[in-house]
């Protein structure tokens, strides 16, 4: 039986070499002239400049003097350069294709230069079969985000943050319902939109908006969001309110994300904290209270950010329970930390501690 599965499992592998090496181009006709005409669209311009993240990180201690784009970072040139007509679109830059049927299931464009705007008769909405697109770092020049991306039902990952688009963010992604991850980041998103894109895009796993203005949106309305969520990014948003104690204890939550959320307030579940977290920036907030003694429960914590995030008191003991802890922020924290031998000793050695 099992060595019969084995001669099965050969004889695929050789129709697969087989079918790999009588057929020279893989990519469907119809889909490289789509790329083609996309590519065709736009002209190009290298808008990007990280230069100003790297001054602004060595000269500034504040994150909230460092703009939300100099999060991302991608390798930057003109990635269409090798689309060509008469060559396989399967091997070119961005491209990833289905190894059987040929269709482009994947495209990533982002810092590809792409100056220019995405027009509802976009070849782009022909690519049915797509299930990643990212079109991150690019400039299309404060355009409006079209509603016809819901063409693209197979969406698992969309990313089309930091892309200069304009206007609210259509109604429309939000049946996009594969979707397991969305960023958004620097865009416009109507409160009702979110409310749509929380409650109809269960499949979310990683949800990144930052620098989205969402001081109209009340935090409880995060209580919603899909328990499958295992990162959440909101840096800079705006929030303001008190943010739900569940967003701490949610079941699959290992990046959390809330950075220079000035306004926004919140405390620490006290006990009982079981929570898969690994990274928490909670800095520029308004949390209050004292550092709780259950933050030794995050036993998967390893990065902790608590820079400016408003609390008080002293550091809890506990903290030493956090053996998988590299990265701990404290600095201008209010709580009054006596960086006592002690203090240090309760830290494993290897834990960079950032503190001004
Ligand atoms: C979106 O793309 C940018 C650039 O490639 C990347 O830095 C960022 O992490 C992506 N967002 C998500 C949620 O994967
Ligand atoms: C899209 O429509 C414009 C006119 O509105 C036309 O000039 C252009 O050729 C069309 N593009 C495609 C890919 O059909
Ligand atoms: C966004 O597009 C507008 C209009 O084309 C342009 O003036 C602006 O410089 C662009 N912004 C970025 C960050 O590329
Ligand atoms: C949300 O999902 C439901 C059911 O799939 C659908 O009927 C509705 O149109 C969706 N709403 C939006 C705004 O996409
Ligand atoms: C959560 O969603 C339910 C319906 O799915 C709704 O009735 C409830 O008001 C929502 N809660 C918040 C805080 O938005
Ligand atoms: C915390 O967990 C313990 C043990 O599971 C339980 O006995 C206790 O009631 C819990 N406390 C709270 C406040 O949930
Ligand atoms: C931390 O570990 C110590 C033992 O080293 C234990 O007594 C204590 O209960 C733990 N604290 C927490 C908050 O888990």
């Not at 190009?44 to 999060?71: M, T, V």
């Not at 995050?298 to 329970?321: A, E, F």
Request: hydrophobic content about 40%; glycine content about 4%.
């Amino acid at each position: 039986m099992g060595c019969l599965t084995l001669a099965y499992q050969l004889l695929f592998l050789q129709l697969l070499l087989l079918y790999s090496q009588t057929s020279a181009t893989l990519c469907s006709y119809d889909q490289s002239i789509a790329l083609l005409q996309f590519k065709q669209h736009f002209s190009y311009k290298n808008f990007l400049s990280y230069y100003y993240c790297d001054w602004a990180r060595e000269r500034s201690f504040q994150f909230s003097e460092i703009p939300p784009y100099c999060d991302g970072r991608c390798p930057s040139y003109r990635k269409t350069m090798s689309w060509k007509e008469d060559t396989d679109c399967c091997s070119w830059d961005g491209v990833t294709c289905d190894i059987l049927t040929g269709h482009v299931i994947a495209l990533d464009l982002s810092c590809g230069w792409l100056h220019g705007n995405i027009p509802s008769n976009s070849s782009l909405f022909l690519l049915h079969h797509l299930q990643r697109l990212n079109l991150a770092f690019n400039d299309f020049k404060l355009s409006q985000v079209s509603s016809d991306f819901r063409q693209l039902p197979s969406l698992t990952h969309l990313n089309l943050s930091n892309s200069n688009f304009s206007g609210k963010i259509p109604t429309e992604i939000s049946h996009l319902s594969n979707l397991v991850s969305l960023d958004l980041s620097v865009s416009e998103l109507e409160t009702a939109v979110f409310q749509e894109l929380v409650q109809n895009l269960t499949k979310l796993t990683e949800l990144r908006l930052d620098g989205v203005d969402m001081s109209t949106i009340v935090p409880s309305f995060l209580t919603n969001l899909s328990y499958s969520l295992t990162s959440l990014s909101l840096n800079d948003c705006g929030l303001q309110g008190n943010i739900p104690d569940h967003i701490f204890r949610s079941p699959n939550l290992q990046f959390l994300r809330l950075r220079g959320n000035f306004d926004l307030k919140g405390v620490f579940p006290k006990v009982n904290w079981s929570s898969p977290l690994k990274f928490m920036d909670v800095s520029d907030m308004s949390l209050s209270g004292e550092l709780p003694n259950s933050i030794g429960d995050l036993m998967s914590l390893y990065h902790l950010r608590l820079y400016y995030c408003n609390m008080v008191g002293s550091i809890p003991m506990s903290l030493g329970n956090l053996t998988q802890l590299t990265y701990l922020s404290l600095s201008q924290v209010t709580i009054s930390v006596v960086i006592s031998h002690h203090f240090c000793q309760i830290l494993s050695s290897s834990v960079i501690l950032i503190f001004q």
